[in-house]
Structure formats: structure tokens, C-alpha cells
């Protein structure tokens, strides 16, 4: 492969990476947005016992939107929003083996002494272990705790940053904490929310009451999604500020340290 077809390759799969990315993120933002309101105004509802709406207005005119308690519309009506989520982990999986595993850039031999294959082989782990990791904690007692979970999330982002800084380049360390980040989003919409909703669309739809705790759990992991946008947009950019990230003689501590800095801003964002 020439470097003018690797090139334009590598900016196809970026374009396509970042747009996917918007889509999935605006529209995270949005839903999660959107519960907050229901959740305010519901509070609010007592006298007249009327279920609320939330009034938008957009592009020319004024839209309704109700949460409904029941499904009113047959099963194959649902509209779902998962494709941009695979889309987007799928083209970023694409870019890892083109800019890291296919090329120089994952290993510098000033950090450490590993071949191509080990590197690889230590990035994917990180991946997979990531999600397995982070599954297992959403599903304990700590997640009872918003508090205790976000700490105990910031010293596992803390502790994989240091170790793959010993390892990796400055820059692969970077992207894979976030492509850790990105998997796990991923994961959380195919393996852990959208089963739960198709259990809830099921059981709607023959008329039975569905269990509140999928609902519940759905909804937990969408909102560690948008926690975790914030972070991997951050980790996306770096890239192009290698001085004042990756490349800076703290990286890894700037890394750690600018992620409570974006989840402060998720919570700003899901709040407004």
C-alpha cells in the first residue's frame, strides 16, 4: 500500500469515524437530556395528575414529546437508535490497526523494549478487559453509590494509564485509554441496553408489566455513557496537542487529571 492510498484511507475512516461519532453522542445527549426533564417534571405533578410533556421548538416548528408508560404502536413502529454506536467503535477499530498495529506507531524503544505482536496483543487486552472490569463493577454494590463508582473508575483509568504509558508510545496510550472508553460504550448499548429494551418492547407489546429493574439498568449505562463521551472526544483531539498531552513529561497524570475535568461537563450538559 502507498503512503498517498494509506493516507487517504486513514482520513475516509477518520471522516466516517467522527461523524458516526456525532450522531451517537448528540443523540446519547439528547435521550439522557430528555429523562432528566421527565424526571424533573414529574416531580412537579401532583394536582392535576396530567402526565407531562416537554416542549421543544426546532427547525420551524414546535414538537410534544410524551413518556409513555405503555406501548401504543405495534413493536415494528419502535424507532431504535444503535447503529451509529457499532458504526462508530467499528471505524475506530479500523483506524487502531491502521495508525498503531499496521504501522511504527505503537511502540517507542525508549519506553520499553517489546516486539509489534506483544504491543497488540497488550492493547486488544486492554479492550477486553476494560469492559469486563467496568461490567462487573456496574453490577456490584458499587454502582448503588454514584460517588464510590466514579472513584473507583478514576483509579482504574488512573491505574491503566500509568501501565500502558510503560509500555506503549505516549500516543497509543493515549488513544487506547480511550478506545477502552469507546468499547465499553459499545458494549453498554449492544450487550447490556438494548436487550433490556427488547425485553421491554416484548413484554409491552403482549400486554404484560415489564420488569422495572431492565428499565432501570438500561438507563444506568446510559448515563455512564455520557460520562464517558466527554473523556474520549478529549483523548480523540489530543492527538494534534502532543506538547501539552501525550508527549509532555506528565501525560499520563494529565490524562487522570482532565477526566473528572469532563465529567464535570457531562454532568453540566445532562443538567442544562
Known sequence: MTSSIREWLNLGVRWFHVFAAIMWVGQTYYFT????????????????GVAPQVWMVHSGGFYAVAKQKSLGVPAGQVRWFR?????????GMV??????????GLIDAD?????????IAIGLAVLAGGWLIYDLAARSVLAKSEALFAGFGLIAIAATSWGLAHVLSGRAAYIHV????????????WLRILP???????AAAAGNPFDASLSAQAKLRSKHNTFMAVPVVFIMISNHFPVGTY????????????????????????EA
Open 33 to 48: 437530556w430528555l429523562d432528566g426533564q421527565f424526571g424533573r417534571l414529574e416531580k412537579k405533578v401532583g394536582a392535576d
Open 83 to 91: 447503529w451509529e454506536a457499532l458504526m462508530t467503535w467499528l471505524s
Open 95 to 104: 483506524l487502531l490497526f491502521l495508525v498503531y498495529y499496521s504501522s511504527a
Open 111 to 119: 519506553v520499553t523494549n517489546i516486539t509489534q505482536a506483544t504491543g
Open 178 to 189: 480511550g478506545a477502552m472508553l469507546g468499547t465499553i460504550m459499545t458494549a453498554n448499548v
Open 196 to 202: 433490556s429494551q427488547r425485553k421491554m418492547i416484548a
Open 247 to 270: 508527549g509532555n513529561s506528565y501525560a499520563w497524570e494529565i490524562l487522570v487529571a482532565l477526566v473528572p475535568v469532563g465529567w464535570v461537563a457531562a454532568k453540566l450538559i445532562r
